[in-house]
């Protein structure tokens, strides 16, 4: 397994997206052209009414999953435990409303990472104690890419966690661009977790290197 130190660099620009996401180009050549650029890590999210459904959906994930491993970027997959599972992918993500962390983490066992959002101390201290690696808090902003997305946080809870220590790599989400970075950065966070700043940039490769440019750290 590796270490935390490890998991904070894969968490630096941390992109998520799924073929409902995409702006100029198709999923998989978005993904390419980010990957290329220095993503840290992806997360194969495939949601809501335009998501992939069927053989096209797994097809797409298993697309996905070989290009991470073609340019050595970590592939997370959001909700889908067993897809997970079956694509030997180096995470997993849940949110408060899907499958409860403590399971999912009996499921994967120790060598996949596990993610899950919070958005109170009371949940990022439940998700420390069923096992995640790492929490993912937000929004940070409004967001588009959401449709059921909670009230912006802003860094609040990010600062709250980080003074008390909280002990688990914290990664920002929701609204965020790059000159959101540096503020996140230093309320606590290990990086930020980006779906449209990227997948509907006119230049998804520019966007992906002014968010690396923003931090020392990634
Ligand atoms: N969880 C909280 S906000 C969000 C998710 C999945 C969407 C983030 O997308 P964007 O386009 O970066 O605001
Ligand atoms: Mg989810």
Known sequence: MTSDKDLKHVLSLYFVMGSQDVGLYDPLTTLEIAL????????WREKGAESLT?????????????????YHVPFFV????SLALELNADGVHVGQKDEIAREV???IGPA????VSAHSVEEANRALVDGADY???GPYKPTQSKADA?????????RTLAEMNYPLPMVAIGGVTPADVPTICSA????????????????????VERFLSQSNDF
């Open 36 to 43: 290329k650029a220095g993503i840290t890590c992806y997360q």
């Open 54 to 70: 069927g053989s096209e959906r797994f097809a797409f994930a298993k697309a996905a999953r070989h290009l991470c491993q073609t």
């Open 78 to 81: 959001d909700d889908d435990v």
């Open 105 to 107: 983490r009996q499921k």
């Open 112 to 115: 996949m990472w596990l993610g």
């Open 135 to 137: 929490i993912g808090v």
């Open 150 to 158: 909670e009230s912006p946080l802003g860094d609040t809870l990010i």
């Open 188 to 207: 606590g966070a290990a990086g930020v977790a980006v779906i449209s700043a990227i997948s509907k940039a006119a230049d998804p490769a520019m966007a």
